[in-house]
């Protein structure tokens, strides 16, 4: 099942946390957030959906909704939001 990873490196989580209460991610799947033992400010949002349903997802973030809150997320990171697929090894 595939898994996407959403990584932020944060100015100030209380007010990141309030734009995503706001603008939760896709419907579609299951998503969780972590917050970095060692660095608070460092937010993981980890999707995961079923094969069939990652373009519907990135369909979602590339959207024109996702588009100006993503750039918004960006101005409160120290880094740039990075966004990785990762699916199960056969190994």
């Known amino acids: 099942m595939p898994v996407m990873?959403?990584?932020?490196?944060?100015k100030d989580l209380d007010s990141?946390?309030?734009l995503f209460k706001e603008n939760p991610p896709s419907?579609?799947?299951s998503?969780?957030?972590?917050r970095g033992v060692d660095d608070p400010n460092r937010v993981?949002?980890?999707g995961e959906v079923d094969a069939f349903d990652v373009d519907a997802?990135?369909?979602f973030f590339g959207s024109e909704q996702m588009?100006?809150?993503?750039?918004q997320a960006n101005e409160m990171s120290t880094a740039p939001i990075e966004i990785v697929w990762?699916?199960?090894?056969?190994h």
Do not use: C, E, T
């Not at 998503?31 to 972590?34: D, I, K």
């Open 27 to 29: 419907q579609i799947g």
């Open 31 to 34: 998503w969780r957030l972590l």
């Open 67 to 71: 588009q100006p809150v993503l750039a």
């Open 57 to 59: 997802v990135n369909s």
């Open 44 to 46: 993981y949002v980890i």
């Open 86 to 90: 990762l699916k199960d090894s056969p």
């Open 5 to 10: 990873i959403v990584d932020h490196h944060l």
């Open 16 to 18: 990141w946390f309030a």
